[in-house]
């Protein structure tokens, strides 16, 4: 394993957006490639704290994450489904595992309607009520994977991949639980586009495309990335049938991440002397705001389910309020460019600055 970042300063953030104490190390498998944080006693203790308090949306109200898509708003599971819609059948039995709030099979509700049969897994039932309210859904799993005894046409892991400490076994249960047709559904951050994804402290594996194709290929059959993706995400379709997909290809690239941003940015966030703003507050948001503490002026959002709400005891400001001349920090990620060329009135900071 080769070290590819050690973090040196003592925060990090989860998932569902919250500070956290946590040192941050992440290596390369010399053998795979693939990234991944160090599961040591720590590091699986404080994992067990997040998930115990682990609450998903809680800013927004339960409203899933916008995406832009040609500059408008939409919700992230119907953009995933437009992405995949030749992809998948229409009709069967879906199974939704690390559902969380439903979003993803609320979206399936609304676009394929009453033709599914939608199941739920989720390792808490916080959200069993709610679910149950969406069209279509008849059955909740909770607790292991390995206790489902039903078999599935369509089987999705939105934003759970990264989650999972031993990704091939739970690629394993998932395949005992697809039908010889079925499909599986994938959607993980990537980590050559997001970097930040990095001090993601739950997120245990960060993937890139190439990475991805290769641990999934090793238990499946055939892969298929549509070729539309949301920036600064992967999605894969995969299974045993040559009908979803292709035979997985060979990694092309090491699946190589710019983590050296992630050192700039919080070195200038922790020496800044003025008062700053962040844009967005996702989980690069949250964690750049957290290591600004005082400094943090408020957050900039696009965002209308969440403006003028607070996060980190501050502000959620649109960007059309935010005071002329008030610096911006924007996480560097793949929508960087498109966001300051669409809100070009902001005084966002400039790399050259860090």
């Known amino acids: 394993m080769n070290l590819l970042y050690?973090?040196?300063?003592?925060?990090?953030?989860?998932?569902?957006?919250?500070?956290?104490?946590?040192?941050?190390?992440i290596f390369q498998c010399d053998r795979c490639n693939v990234i991944?944080?160090?599961?040591?006693?720590?590091?699986l203790s404080t994992l067990e704290r997040i998930y115990r308090n682990y609450k998903i949306y809680e800013v927004s109200g339960g409203h899933e994450q916008v995406k832009f898509v040609n500059g408008a708003p939409k919700a992230r599971s119907e953009i995933i489904l437009d992405n995949i819609a030749d992809l998948i059948p229409r009709t069967g039995k879906f199974l939704d595992i690390g559902t969380g709030s439903g979003v993803f099979l609320r979206a399936v509700s609304k676009r394929f309607g009453p033709g599914v049969d939608l199941h739920a897994q989720?390792?808490?039932?916080?959200?069993?009520?709610?679910?149950?309210?969406?069209?279509?859904?008849?059955?909740?799993?909770?607790?292991?994977?390995?206790?489902?005894?039903?078999?599935?046409?369509?089987?999705?892991?939105?934003?759970?991949?990264?989650?999972?400490?031993?990704?091939?076994?739970?690629?394993?249960?998932?395949?005992?639980r697809l039908e010889p047709h079925g499909v599986v559904v994938f959607q993980v951050p990537n980590i050559e586009q997001t970097p930040f994804d990095a001090v993601i402290y739950d997120h245990v594996f960060h993937y890139s495309p190439n990475t991805l194709i290769e641990l999934i290929g090793s238990v499946f059959r055939f892969c298929r990335?549509?070729?539309?993706?949301?920036?600064?995400?992967?999605?894969?379709?995969?299974?045993?049938?040559?009908?979803w997909g292709d035979p997985p290809h060979g990694i092309r690239t090491l699946g190589k991440a710019n983590l050296d941003v992630v050192k700039r940015a919080t070195e200038y966030l922790k020496g800044v002397n003025e008062n700053v703003a962040v844009f967005g507050v996702s989980p690069p948001g949250t964690y750049c705001g957290a290591v600004l503490g005082e400094k943090l002026s408020c957050f900039v959002d696009?965002?209308?389910?969440?403006?003028?709400?607070?996060?980190?005891?501050h502000a959620i400001v649109p960007p059309e309020e935010i005071k002329e001349g008030l610096k911006v920090f924007l996480p560097l990620n793949r929508n960087a460019p498109l966001i300051r060329s669409r809100?070009?009135?902001l005084r966002f900071v400039e790399e050259k600055e860090m």
């Not at 489902?148 to 031993?166: M, P, T, W």
């Not at 990335?225 to 040559?242: H, K, R």
Request: overall charge negative; hydrophobic content about 35%.
């Open 302 to 313: 696009e965002d209308k389910n969440i403006r003028y709400k607070t996060h980190l005891n």
């Open 36 to 43: 991944q944080k160090n599961p040591d006693n720590l590091y």
């Open 225 to 243: 990335m549509p070729s539309t993706q949301i920036n600064n995400e992967i999605t894969l379709v995969a299974g045993d049938s040559p009908a």
């Open 122 to 176: 989720d390792i808490h039932d916080s959200e069993r009520e709610s679910i149950f309210n969406i069209p279509c859904v008849t059955q909740f799993h909770l607790g292991n994977i390995q206790d489902i005894a039903d078999h599935f046409d369509v089987i999705s892991l939105i934003h759970v991949f990264e989650h999972v400490l031993d990704p091939i076994e739970l690629l394993r249960l998932v395949k005992e």
């Open 343 to 345: 809100l070009c009135s």
């Open 6 to 25: 050690r973090s040196d300063i003592n925060v990090a953030v989860t998932s569902d957006c919250h500070p956290v104490e946590g040192w941050i190390e």
